[in-house]
């Protein structure tokens, strides 16, 4: 036997190998420049403005090429373009009518309910007409107007309601006036 001892070195002593790494400064983070930091946000508000400007800016109107005339119609074009005009109204007029046949009783929130319902339909039947006219350029000039009148008197009466008016409310008064005369003409020009 060998009186030399062999020494396995202890893999927890530190002295007995050398680092994995080299030992010395770490690495220093460089820190961004500000500029750097100013000019992403000078970006991003520049992107902001003109998503807003595309937003807000109206649609040209291309229906009709410039200096041309609006194209006419032919009798049967204007025929059905009217009768599906009369039919969105009375579909409108139909929900119209069958809101405010309803009633609330004495309970509050019914009452509300009630009255948002025929809010509803006030709203929802403008936008309708307007969605309905606006495909159908071959309506009748008359019809068309008086369809639109209607619509516009149906948000105005929304916005009254909306507003807290009642019905012994003069401005609310000549909006009903009003919604009375326009579907007068539409149903005068719809038989």
């Not at 396995?8 to 750097?36: E, F, I, M, T, Y």
């Not at 059905?80 to 004495?106: D, P, W």
């Not at 606006?134 to 105005?156: G, K």
């Not at 000549?174 to 919604?179: C, D, I, N, R, V």
Request: with cysteine; proline share 9%; aromatic share 6%.
């Amino acid at each position: 036997m060998s009186d030399t001892i062999h020494h396995v070195s202890n893999p927890l002593d530190a002295s007995a190998a050398p680092p994995p790494w080299l030992p010395g400064v770490p690495p220093a983070h460089k820190r961004p420049s500000q500029w750097l930091a100013l000019v992403s946000l000078a970006l991003a508000l520049l992107a902001i403005g003109v998503a807003l400007g595309a937003w807000f800016r109206p649609l040209p109107d291309n229906r009709f090429p410039p200096g041309s005339p609006p194209p006419s119609y032919a009798g049967q074009d204007v025929s059905e373009a009217n009768t599906k005009i009369c039919a969105a109204y009375e579909k409108v007029h139909r929900a119209l009518v069958l809101s405010s046949t309803r009633n609330g009783g004495s309970d509050p929130t019914t009452v509300l309910g009630v009255a948002t319902s025929g809010r509803q339909v006030l709203d929802a039947g403008s936008r309708y007409l307007i969605t309905e006219i606006s495909e159908e350029p071959a309506t009748s000039p008359e019809l068309a107007a008086a369809i639109r009148n209607l619509a516009n008197v149906y948000q105005e009466l929304t916005i009254n309601y909306l507003d807290g008016l009642t019905n012994s409310d003069a401005e609310l008064q000549k909006s009903l006036q009003a919604a009375d005369d326009a579907t007068s003409t539409i149903e005068r020009l719809c038989k």
